[in-house]
């Protein structure tokens, strides 16, 4: 059964401060990796896709991939009250299926 | 760009009555259809996906089905509603395999 774990939280971080999320992943055929921000009540809603090991930028989000340690993380900077929301990790491993992970809650304080 | 209709935004049905919920796409030709149940507190489990017109892949077998009678539309019935049937019910639209999915806003059911 291929999986993908995240911590479900809550991620509790101060206004400002950086989030770090993460998520790891067992195939390790998966090719692309993707970030999902949803608000209670709302439909998933993507944030970031990334394909290759290293960084991705894209304003104040950044994706990070290690395939060697199967696992891939968000970072937020200067984290809003606006940010807080259930963040989903999804994987794809090059065929028609896409496996969620549970979502980790991150609760940004004013 | 395109859009993801999805409906009825909320439904509440009683325990043994069918069901059909109906996502349509606009804006894209041939896409690949997803749908996926998210239980309350729960992660997005994949129901069912569809990579053409009647064709049809089931991931989890249980009293739901699936169909694609049109190239953009993909429907999702039951015969008889379980309580455990109840759950926030998202269409997903795909292109290739490699890129993301973008989901409807999804139908939050209720069987009591």
């Known amino acids: 059964q291929k999986e993908v774990e995240q911590n479900s939280g809550p991620l509790s971080v101060p206004e400002g401060a950086i989030a770090s999320l993460n998520c790891t992943y067992s195939d390790r055929g998966s090719q692309s990796f993707f970030w999902y921000r949803q608000y209670s009540g709302k439909s998933p809603e993507l944030i970031m896709s990334?394909?290759?090991?290293g960084d991705k930028e894209d304003g104040r989000f950044t994706a990070q991939l290690n395939k060697a340690s199967q696992y891939v993380s968000l970072l937020i900077r200067d984290s809003q009250p606006s940010d807080s929301a259930t963040y989903l990790c999804?994987?794809?491993?090059?065929?028609?299926?896409?496996?969620f992970g549970t979502g980790t809650r991150l609760k940004v304080l004013a | 760009s395109q859009t993801i209709h999805q409906w009825p935004a909320t439904l509440v049905q009683p325990v043994g009555s069918p069901l059909s919920l109906e996502c349509t796409v606009e804006g894209t030709s041939n896409p690949n259809l997803y749908w996926y149940r998210q239980a309350a507190g729960r992660g997005l489990q994949l129901l069912f996906y569809?990579?053409?017109?009647?064709?049809i892949s089931s991931e989890v077998p249980q009293n739901l089905s699936a169909s694609r009678p049109q190239d953009r539309q993909f429907i999702l019935s039951s015969k008889k509603l379980l309580l455990s049937d109840s759950g926030f019910y998202l269409c997903a639209v795909g292109g290739r395999r490699d890129s993301p999915l973008h989901f409807g806003n999804g139908t939050r059911l209720t069987v009591t």
């Open positions: 569809s990579v053409g017109i009647g064709q």
């Open positions: 999804a994987v794809n491993s090059g065929t028609y299926k896409y496996i």
């Open positions: 990334i394909y290759s090991n």
